[in-house]
């Protein structure tokens, strides 16, 4: 069965450049949510849409954005990128966001700011 | 504020022996609970999930337990292989999450799992 899809698998930046994540949920899923995982630490949410319209904003900094498509794919862009930005960012897709689906998560981007 | 606490932080045990790793919560409303295994550097996968009214789920040789009226679940794992060595994470729904989001994270408990 298909999952959901990140790109790229790994990307290393230096500090205070950009970055454009992107991610692919699985086929019919109109949700996507976005989450940031340090190292040992437990995923924190950043931002979620559903239907190309935002849902839920967590702890997203000013320096991120993201936004859905049409298509549904869903693009996490990060400027001004600091070390503490260094970490896996795990998008997930479910078919709803009424908070009882099951969210699908994809194998995550593992971002490196030097 | 939501929390969802697990126990033990990490635990080793031999090949072929059972285990049982707990989640307490204090997330109100409540959905649902999952449990979720994390490979080293991958993405969490879905075990189970429970309702309210869902005592235990089984998924081979996982078995999920829930007790509603206690916020406790536990994950039963049987006859371990040394592919179960992951993180295994308690995740509770929240509709009313907020800026933590419908998901509240436990911190997980890391299995090792040794021949």
């Known amino acids: 069965a298909a999952g959901v899809i990140q790109s790229p698998r790994h990307l290393i930046k230096e500090k205070r450049e950009t970055a454009t994540l992107k991610c692919y949920p699985i086929p019919r899923h109109d949700t996507v949510y976005w989450y940031q995982q340090g190292p040992g630490q437990d995923p924190q949410f950043l931002i979620s849409f559903y239907e190309k319209m935002q849902s839920d904003k967590g702890s997203i900094p000013d320096r991120f954005s993201a936004q859905q498509f049409s298509d549904y794919h869903s693009e996490l862009n990060m400027s001004s990128l600091e070390l503490g930005d260094s970490a896996l960012y795990f998008c997930?897709?479910?078919?709803?966001?009424?908070?009882?689906?099951?969210?699908?998560f994809g194998p995550g981007t593992r971002l490196l700011v030097l | 504020k939501n929390q969802v606490e697990q126990s033990p932080q990490s635990l080793i045990i031999l090949e072929g022996k059972n285990c049982t790793l707990q989640?307490?919560?204090?997330?109100?409303?409540?959905?649902?609970l999952r449990w979720y295994k994390q490979d080293t550097g991958r993405g969490p996968v879905s075990l189970t999930i429970?309702?309210?009214?869902?005592n235990t789920k089984s998924n081979g040789r996982y078995t999920a337990t829930l007790d509603a009226d206690t916020k406790q679940s536990s994950l039963h794992i049987t006859a371990s292989q040394l592919s179960d060595s992951a993180s295994y994470i308690c995740?509770?729904?929240?509709?009313?999450?907020?800026?933590?989001?419908?998901?509240?994270f436990g911190k997980g408990t890391k299995l090792s799992v040794k021949p």
């Open positions: 989640c307490n919560y204090t997330v109100s409303p409540f959905s649902n």
């Open positions: 997930a897709s479910s078919l709803g966001d009424s908070g009882g689906e099951t969210q699908y």
């Open positions: 429970m309702t309210f009214s869902e």
């Open positions: 995740v509770v729904s929240a509709p009313d999450g907020g800026s933590q989001g419908n998901l509240i």
